[in-house]
């Protein structure tokens, strides 16, 4: 079992920077691939970026890239997105998860976090 935990979240003006954290504990954080994700009001949870275990291999959503940067700290066990230039429209409660095998948009992950609220103000 994995318990994901995020953190980071908050009110921004559009064009600000948040970092999110996704902190593991459980099993071998450092074998799993992990990815963010977030849901508007009235919207399906989207695929935000992705990333593997060693953090060699990433992905992005066409909407985040050049604005978002996912990376990993395995020695403490926990994931990042630094989110920089955000409008609006990345409002959202952000999720991060985790599965044993990297693989680039799938929405199939084994653990899930809570969730933590990213608003940005216009």
């Known amino acids: 079992q994995v318990e994901l935990v995020e953190s980071g979240g908050g009110l921004v003006q559009a064009g600000g920077s948040l970092r999110l954290s996704c902190a593991a504990s459980?099993?071998?954080?450092?074998?799993?691939?992990v990815g963010w994700f977030r849901q508007a009001p009235g919207k399906e949870r989207e695929f935000v970026a992705t990333i593997n275990w060693s953090g060699k291999r990433i992905f992005y959503a066409d909407s985040v890239s050049g604005r978002f940067t996912i990376s990993r700290d395995n020695a403490k066990n926990t994931v990042y997105l630094q989110m920089n230039s955000l409008k609006p429209e990345d409002t959202a409660v952000y999720y991060c998860?985790?599965?044993?095998?990297?693989?680039?948009?799938?929405?199939?992950?084994?653990?899930w976090g809570q969730g933590t609220q990213v608003t940005v103000s216009s």
């Open positions: 459980g099993r071998t954080f450092s074998n799993y691939a």
């Open positions: 998860a985790g599965r044993t095998v990297y693989v680039p948009r799938t929405m199939e992950y084994d653990y």
